[in-house]
């Protein structure tokens, strides 16, 4: 459920109220009483994905995961040789 900000054209009062998203607009301000309480317009929450399961990879294209795929093991290749010894 959504937080919705109103304020109050006749006061100027302002609040936060948590409300479904069918939930009628209040109307009556909680201040002065009067039937001025508007509902304001918002940002909206932004989507935050939060922990260990979400990766920027979970939801590239098929070519993209092969591309990305062939990447790895090439460079996993080149790391598996050991370095030249200098010369003496």
């Keep these: 459920m959504p937080t919705y900000e109103y304020e109050c054209q006749n006061c100027g009062h302002r609040m936060e109220k948590f409300q479904s998203i ?3 607009a209040i109307r009556k301000c909680p ?3 009067k039937h001025k309480l ?14 260990p399961g979400f ?3 979970d939801y ?4 993209a ?3 990305h795929a ?3 093991s090439a460079k996993s290749s ?3 040789k050991p370095a030249p010894e200098p010369a003496k």
Excluded: H, N, V, W
């Design 65 to 67: 995961r092969a591309a």
């Design 22 to 24: 069918t939930a009628r």
């Design 38 to 51: 508007q509902r304001l317009l918002g940002t909206g929450g932004g989507l935050i994905f939060k922990g």
């Design 55 to 57: 990766y920027a990879t």
């Design 78 to 80: 080149t790391e598996d």
């Design 31 to 33: 201040e002065c009483k």
């Design 60 to 63: 590239r294209s098929p070519a």
């Design 70 to 72: 062939e990447e790895q």
